[in-house]
């Protein structure tokens, strides 16, 4: 996820262009870039770091005046957060700078069409291919006003995956084109001037008249022909217009009322974007970076999930699906105590160690000591080029942008589909799955976009329930098979994010012992696996929910859609969309991160940043 402006009009666009991306920064901050137009040509700058470090380029050596100009901050998902993968990308003839938000799945096939043709390319991303693609579609497109819209609706044709491009050429001074699919874009439309951004945030300081574009759809913003929007054939399309009514800083949490809300609302898309791009064009599933062979895959005869708080409840599914579809056995350990218990590692060993902000200093330390015992490491991380991906022989990236709450909802949806994807590479490697068998299982992954979003629709009754538990002082989570991991991770939001003592227990622990803190009233959450599944545990957590019942408990069951089994037991139930039994995680955790959210701010506490707690725990 990163974050695009474009700016055309009488103002000076450096300055209208870098206060939109600093208004766009918590989208992405490993890199930033401008380029406007100047004397003829592109003028551009770009940095890795955080938007300061371009500032201060600029200051150093200013670009020259324009009135139109793109800039973008980057989320590093192709190629690590440098200098050369930054944003913009110019063409090769120099003319068109060109600034994504996405991922162009096609991209590799693209740039080898363009390296036949002798285009050297100057870096690792997909982005710079589009550039290139644009400058070639401009020069075949007719002449006259519309070219470079042309030029665009030609690529973005071409195109596979999720994209948002913005785009300028030097012989157009008064023209920017974009084009969106699967990623977002809203135009901003001034007193003789317009704006383009990844959302309102970009330009809401300078204009609150916003015109929505749609799936598959190219804007033209002229300096004297105005705005024209067409789909991706070219007729034209009338844009829907609306006011934003936000502040700035609403704005910049899409109008939620906490970066956490916004981050649980976003998950479709992080689970859409992890997905993306992992079909390699045999239609097999590829990591983003190996430096293992599919022998030393084949090798592997013990997996270990390493990993620290929400990361390690993703570990804990981790196992259940690696050993499902691999028959490989997994254990699944705190990153803090992995190396003190002298674990059993060689060469056969592949260590999975999990994290979203890969720096964490208590998995990095394991990763250290896997590495030590010669054991092979593979990362599952949403921070492009951060230190625990460096050290690793293996990654793979989740794509769940930027997470700015210390609470980890979204980047939990993806770590999950993430260690699902490297339980079918390893099966698919190994052959213990055929490519059908694997493809089936992906078809099913790439149905969770949209089974989470059918759950998100359906939140206000949970909301209602967690102003109603504010002054719980203890709340339980009863699971089995995946949904235990579910119910240790719907008690860590509840402490982390409302300060209530809350605990997770595998649904068949609870007569031994447990259950003794049942008494009238206490609230028991119960995450039921489908009937459809492995029935028997089905029935057994329904004996669970009336046992807690039968002592006074009050029940809120999740359950999905059609179980009629749950009804009589539960005195809250929320529904979820069927989904395979492995894959349940990734829509029953939802309303639990709702839950905790609500009960939190129904309590007056800062959701975003709560008390005693880091985003990133670079300490033992
Ligand atoms: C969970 O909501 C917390 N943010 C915390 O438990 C977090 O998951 C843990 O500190 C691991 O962080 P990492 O994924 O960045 O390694």
């Known amino acids: 996820m990163c974050g695009i402006v474009g700016y055309v009009g009488p103002q000076n666009a450096l300055d209208v262009v ?13 890199s930033a870039g401008v380029a406007v137009l100047a004397d003829g040509g592109q003028a551009t700058a770009k940095k890795a770091g955080k938007l300061a470090n371009l500032e201060k380029a600029l200051a150093d050596s200013p670009l020259p005046e324009s009135t139109i100009g793109i800039g973008h901050t980057r989320w590093a998902t192709h190629g690590g957060p440098t200098d050369r993968n930054a944003h913009p990308h110019v063409s090769a003839d120099g003319k ?64 596979e995956g999720a ?39 970009a330009f809401i300081s300078h204009t609150r008249e916003a015109r929505e574009l749609g799936q598959d759809q190219v804007v033209e913003i002229d300096r004297h022909r105005g705005l024209t929007v067409t789909d991706f054939a070219g007729t034209v399309v009338e844009p829907a217009a609306y006011t934003v009514d936000w ?3 609403a704005a910049e949490k899409g109008g939620h ?41 084949r090798d592997i005869d013990k997996v270990f999930v390493v990993s620290c708080g929400t990361s390690f409840h993703a570990g804990l599914i981790a196992k259940y699906a690696i050993e499902h579809w691999t028959r490989i056995p997994v254990e699944v350990e705190v990153a803090s105590e992995f190396r003190y218990r002298d674990p059993v590692l060689d060469r056969s060993t592949l260590v999975v160690v999990i994290s979203q902000s ?27 080029g951060s230190t625990i991906p460096r050290e690793s022989d293996a990654v793979l990236y989740t794509h769940a942008g930027p997470e700015i709450a210390v609470a980890s909802t979204k980047s939990f949806l993806a770590q999950i589909v993430a260690c699902y994807l490297v339980g079918l590479i390893l099966a698919q490697v190994r052959g213990v799955k055929y490519a059908d068998e694997v493809a089936a299982i992906v078809a099913e992954l790439q ?75 206490t609230p028991v959450v119960v995450i039921v696996p489908s009937p459809r599944g492995r029935s028997l545990l089905h029935g057994k957590v329904v004996s669970n929910i009336q046992e807690v019942r039968a002592r006074g408990a009050r029940t809120i069951v999740i359950a999905e859609d059609g179980d009629d089994d749950v009804v009589p037991y539960a005195d809250h139930l929320i529904r979820v969309p069927r989904t395979p039994t492995l894959l349940a995680p990734v829509v029953t955790t ?17 959701v975003d940043q709560p008390r005693n707690l880091a985003k990133s725990v670079t300490v033992e």
């Open 447 to 521: 149905k969770l976009p949209e089974a989470v979003a059918q759950v998100l629709t359906q939140m206000e009754p949970v909301r209602e329930l967690g102003r109603s538990l504010a002054d719980a002082d203890t709340i339980l989570f009863l699971g089995r098979h995946v949904g235990f991991p579910v119910a240790l991770e719907g008690a860590l939001k509840l402490k982390e994010l409302a300060y209530i003592h809350a605990e997770g227990f595998a649904a068949g622990e609870l007569k031994h012992g447990p259950i003794a803190v049942i008494d009238q009233g």
């Open 18 to 30: 870098l206060g939109g991306l600093r208004r766009l920064e918590y989208r992405g901050y490993d």
């Open 96 to 159: 068109v700078a060109v600034v994504h938000n996405g991922i162009i799945e096609n991209f590799a096939a693209l740039r080898s069409e363009c390296e036949a043709t002798g285009i050297e390319f100057a870096s690792e991303t997909d982005t710079e291919v589009a550039g290139h693609l644009l400058a070639a579609a401009y020069e075949a497109a007719p002449a006259g006003p519309g070219r470079l819209a042309e030029a665009m609706r030609a690529v973005s044709s071409r195109l």
């Open 358 to 384: 890969g720096e964490t200093m208590d998995t990095l330390m394991a990763l250290r000591h896997a590495k030590d015992q010669k054991a092979r490491v593979l990362a599952i991380c949403n921070v492009n």
């Open 163 to 201: 994209f948002t491009l913005v785009a300028s050429h030097a012989d157009e001074p008064d023209t920017l084109v974009a084009s969106r699919r699967n990623s977002p874009l809203v135009v901003g439309v001034g007193d003789g001037e317009y704006f383009l951004g990844s959302d309102v945030a």
């Open 590 to 606: 939802v309303p639990l991160q709702i839950l905790a959210c609500e009960i939190a701010d129904t309590r007056g506490f800062d």
């Open 257 to 297: 009322e906490w970066f956490m809300l916004k981050e649980i609302a976003e998950q479709p898309q992080a689970v859409a974007d992890t997905l993306l791009g992992r079909l390699g064009e045999d239609g097999g599933l590829v990591l983003d970076e190996v430096r293992l062979t599919d022998q030393d895959l």
């Open 247 to 249: 502040d700035a800083e």
